[in-house]
């Protein structure tokens, strides 16, 4: 039989002769300088996004007029502040006779719905573009008008689709 060798002992990481061992590369400086420019821009731009933004002092502003408390702004939509109640009498449905997106049940129950509910379908956004139209919620895809009471006196045919 031959001799045996052993791929360990041709593959030594020092030599024999114990000298140095090789010298590992080291990282370039451009490379630490772009990595250091890249996390201080990252940090400014964190800094300018949740900086609450200030709006300079008026100089026509007196200091009688900003120690005046302004009163709450009521942003609830008219329609909202009816509440849920039901309504004796509902107007027809505008069924036109073209076919809808729903069985005519579930266009009904959605429709009763809206006009029971405007409290909640006032904070319902709509995503089919109908803001271009005036719409400011899901509400006035259903309901065209409402009396003083808060019932609905008018349909609006959008809520069909």
Not at 16 to 44: F, M, N, Y
Not at 65 to 84: H, I, M, R
Not at 87 to 113: K, W
Request: net charge positive.
């Amino acid at each position: 039989m031959g001799r045996k060798s052993s791929a360990k002992a041709q593959t030594r990481s020092t030599p024999i002769d114990g000298g140095t061992p090789p010298e590992t590369p080291r990282r370039s400086t451009k490379s630490v300088v772009g990595i250091a420019a890249v996390v201080i821009a990252a940090a400014l731009g964190i800094f300018v996004a949740t900086r609450p933004s200030a709006a300079p002092p008026s100089a026509a502003a007196t200091p009688a007029a900003q120690n005046t408390p302004q009163p709450p702004v009521d942003e609830t939509p008219l329609y909202a502040k009816f509440g849920p109640h039901r309504q004796e009498s509902l107007p027809p449905i505008p069924f036109d006779g073209s076919p809808t997106a729903r069985p005519p049940d579930v266009v009904r129950a959605a429709y009763t719905f809206a006009a029971e509910h405007p409290e909640v379908l006032a904070y319902v956004p709509c995503y089919c573009g109908c803001e271009r139209s005036g719409h400011r919620g899901n509400d006035d895809c259903f309901v065209a008008a409402r009396n003083a009471r808060g019932d609905v006196t008018q349909w609006e045919p959008h809520g069909m689709t």
